[in-house]
Antibody, heavy 121, light 112 residues
């Protein structure tokens, strides 16, 4: 069965960077795009970007351009999301989410458990 | 301000039917598939509907989706107290040089 297991909660100071991992199992890692989505406390879902684990190509939301980097390691079936220049507004739960079918425009059918990132001085 | 517009809240009694709307534009809903997600308190979102009206394995047929033009609708029949959750629509948007995903602002369903 498809499983996405994310790294644990992080506490960071403003200006720092955070790198969240998402280890996939139960399917062919390189066959399905992976989204990153975040949710601030009490707020809605916010799309951050998408990565193609096959070639590593990415597409980022305009809001995060220049601050976010998504990468993958095919040897461990893991995708990473690094966000830099953190500010308090980046405090949120960060999710990785695999597309349901093999197309980047497909809905996110499988979600990780979420990683809480807290930015506080 | 979300690109896709959903009502902030809807409510209905157990056993009744409710619909949740999602309004967009030609660059998103009008030319791309819509998916719907259910988020129970404290949990990750769960895919309910994809490709406008398809249900993933395990999703009961009480949940349905439809699309017309630049709007989409999620329908839930036979409401249960366990359906109380936040619901989000999502779709691809082709308005920028690189496509991107957009979500609605979410709708809180209360089962009275």
């Amino acid at each position: 069965q498809v499983q996405l297991v994310q790294s644990g909660a992080e506490v960071k100071k403003p200006g720092a960077s955070v790198k969240v991992s998402c280890k996939a199992s139960g399917y062919t890692f390189t066959s399905y795009y992976m989204h990153w989505v975040r949710q601030a406390p009490g707020q809605g879902l916010e799309w951050m970007g998408i990565i193609n684990p096959s070639g590593g190509s990415t597409s980022y939301a305009q809001k995060f351009q220049g601050r976010v980097t998504m990468t993958r390691d095919t040897s461990t079936s893991t995708v990473y999301m690094e966000l830099s220049s953190l500010r308090s507004e980046d405090t949120a739960v960060y999710y990785c989410a695999r597309v349901l079918i093999a197309a980047p425009t497909a809905g996110a059918g499988y979600w990780g458990q979420g990683t809480l990132v807290t930015v506080s001085s | 301000q979300s690109v896709l517009t959903q009502p902030p809240s809807v409510s209905a009694a157990p056993g009744q039917k409710v619909t949740i709307s999602c309004s967009g534009s030609s660059s998103n809903i009008g030319n791309n598939y819509v998916s719907w997600y259910q988020q129970l308190p404290g949990t990750a979102p769960k895919l309910l509907i994809y490709d406008n009206n398809k249900r993933p394995s395990g999703i009961p047929d009480r949940f349905s989706g439809s699309k017309s033009g630049t709007s989409a609708t999620l329908g839930i029949t036979g409401l249960q107290t366990g359906d109380e959750a936040d619901y989000y629509c999502g779709t691809w948007d082709s308005s920028l040089s690189a496509g991107h995903w957009v979500f609605g602002g979410g709708t809180k369903l209360t089962v009275l």
